[in-house]
């Protein structure tokens, strides 16, 4: 074929014909609009048109020159195959993927298709663990860099022993920073070789705070009620803070083995057993609840040292109750539905619970104030707890065994700390929590600190220290003394009617953002803000380290070394952090 009289681009161009009849290939006319373009071999131009002026009649180009990147794209370069190797790190850290997953030939099939490069071979787990320690350092040193810039850091610290039954004391730290945001993550879960005595948990605690460079930073250590621990706190030169999340935990478990509650509860783990060790007796409750309109869902076993559990079972039978009731009947088993009596039993240990549930997770938070919140949180649970002419005899002894083991409890806390911590919040400065002959102690302990913390004083010590003063002069100074105490007394007072003259806070503000706008006002009481307001509630923090860390030994790394699985649950908790 006549590769002339057929044109350009199938023809959607045509070479000048000349007068003579001859054909001038240098130029070419669009055939749709009869514009007149030179042509020297290329079609750029002539394709830039079409789009330009006739977008409707584009066709393929046909092949055409591939660019240097395509001719090179079925081979993953360099710095590609270094960016795939490092997200696979990320990956495996931040979301507690197995080593070995580095081996799964489907993992690297999908990396090939997607690079297009059928040649990629997986980094080995040799490789992946030393990126891993790379990375850990990295993430670490931006750590330290960041507690070198707090003033004052509390510690969380547990231990928890895994399904090899090695033991792990796991470490966090907290703190708030010069912009007023609060920052938590993990320090350490490091494996313990020795008996957990007092002296030995005192010194892990130390050699932490020591590697960390943070030994003359701590000012708080938060730790269950376990004697160990107590008596470790009492080693270390700062303030223990009990965690209340243990304290609630105990008292409800009293509670509940006290009161009439018990022959109710064992009923209710008969008939959850009865349908957890049988497959086709859980199936025919499922098809009983798509026959009621209800999402299926299986029933919970409370475990005994975990009231929340109790609380879930109650709930997961309350809202069964007809798929229950038919499927037992129909199975014409031993196992009995609870009556009407012992249901109603269920519900009203529901709505005791369920109270405590709401001040667990609030006090379990990390990434918000809580420390402040036990008193009044505390404060609440009373007032729930009190009996009234309605409450059955059961509630009554409930709620009697829960007020008096609770009170017990809240008197072997860090009382005085708390309620510092409580009055500097704006929220509960009011001190309502607190009986009215006990908020102006408050407030003098309170006052004692910031005389305690007055650059003035700490300044007049060091300079007394320095060049003590002669003989002949002493009594000039005592009188000078005498009138700087006076005004600095004066001024403590000032400062603390300014704070309480503010307008209380809103319940569901932020007493973090309320101080940083305020901080400039409050020169002198924002320093103790920042050190009472940062330690935690509880220990929660801890008790989720322990999660990941039996994630990620459970996942086939049995035979990860301690100093592995450190770096590991460091990392993932380090990556999972929300940053601003």
């Known amino acids: 074929m006549d590769k002339t009289k057929e044109g350009l681009l199938d023809g959607k161009f045509q070479y000048k014909t000349l007068p003579d009849g001859s054909v001038d290939k240098t130029k070419v006319i669009c055939t749709f609009c009869k514009a007149e373009f030179n042509y020297h071999r290329s079609n750029s131009s002539l394709t830039y048109h079409l789009k330009a002026k006739h977008p409707t009649e584009i066709i393929s180009t046909g092949p055409r020159q591939c660019k240097l ?72 040193a931006r750590r330290m860099n960041t507690l070198q810039q707090a003033t004052h850091i509390a510690l969380t610290g547990d231990h928890w022993t895994s399904v090899s039954n090695d033991n792990y004391l796991g470490i966090t730290a907290h703190f708030v920073d010069k912009e007023w945001k609060l920052h938590s993550f993990a320090l350490t879960v490091s494996k313990t070789e020795e008996r957990q005595y007092a002296e030995a948990c005192a010194d892990h605690f130390l050699n932490v705070a020591r590697e960390w460079e943070i030994e003359d930073k701590l000012s708080t250590l938060g730790t269950d009620s376990a004697r160990n621990m107590v008596a470790t706190a009492r080693l270390l030169p700062f303030e223990h803070l009990p965690c209340t999340a243990h304290i609630l935990q105990r008292t409800v478990t009293v509670s509940i083995h006290g009161s009439g509650f018990e022959s109710v509860l064992a009923k209710c783990r008969k008939i959850v057993g009865h349908f957890k060790h049988s497959p086709s007796n859980a199936h025919e409750l499922m098809e009983q609840q798509v026959a009621c309109g209800q999402k299926q869902e299986s029933l919970v076993q409370d475990v005994t040292t975990r009231w929340n559990s109790t609380l879930e079972m109650i709930k997961r039978i309350q809202r069964n109750k007809s798929p229950l009731t038919t499927t037992l009947a129909m199975q014409k088993t031993n196992v009995a539905m609870l009556t009407a009596q012992e249901l109603s039993k269920l519900q009203k240990l529901e709505e005791l619970l369920e109270s405590c549930r709401y001040v667990t997770e609030l006090l379990g938070g990390e990434q918000y104030i809580s420390c402040s919140v036990v008193l009044p949180a505390l404060c609440h649970l009373f007032k729930i707890m009190e009996s009234t002419e309605d409450d059955p005899a059961y509630v009554v002894k409930f709620k009697n065994d829960f007020t008096s083991d609770l009170s017990k409890r809240k008197d072997s806390t860090n009382l005085t700390w708390l309620k510092i911590a409580t009055a500097i919040d704006p929220r509960f400065k009011d001190l309502k929590c607190l009986p009215k002959d006990e908020r102006n102690e408050v407030w003098a302990s309170l006052s004692k600190l910031l005389m305690a913390e007055s650059p003035g004083k700490q300044e007049s010590k060091e300079t007394t220290d320095q060049q003590p003063p002669k003989k002949r002069r002493t009594s000039i100074l005592l009188v000078s003394s005498d009138s700087e105490s006076d005004e600095e007394e004066e001024s403590i007072e000032q400062c603390l009617n300014r704070y309480k003259a503010e307008p209380k806070m809103h319940m569901e503000g932020c007493p973090l953002q309320w101080w940083g706008k305020r901080e400039a006002t409050h020169a002198r009481l924002a320093p103790i803000a920042c050190k009472y307001l940062s330690s935690p509630a509880t220990t929660v923090p801890c008790e989720r380290l322990f999660s990941l860390s039996g994630h990620i030994i459970q996942k086939k790394r049995a035979t990860l070394s301690p100093d592995n699985v450190n770096k590991l649950v460091c990392l993932s908790n380090w990556l999972n952090v929300k940053e601003d």
Do not use: F
Not at 104 to 111: A, K, P, Q, S, T
């Open 69 to 140: 990147q395509e001719c090179v794209r079925g081979k993953m370069t360099r710095s590609v195959s270094d960016k795939v190797m490092n997200a696979l790190v990320i990956w495996i850290a931040k979301n507690c993927r197995p080593i070995n997953v580095v081996d799964d030939d489907g993992l690297r099939d999908v990396i090939r298709t997607a690079s297009g490069d059928t040649s990629y071979n997986m980094p080995s787990r040799g490789t992946i663990m030393s990126k891993i320690h790379t990375l850990y350092d990295d993430e670490k």
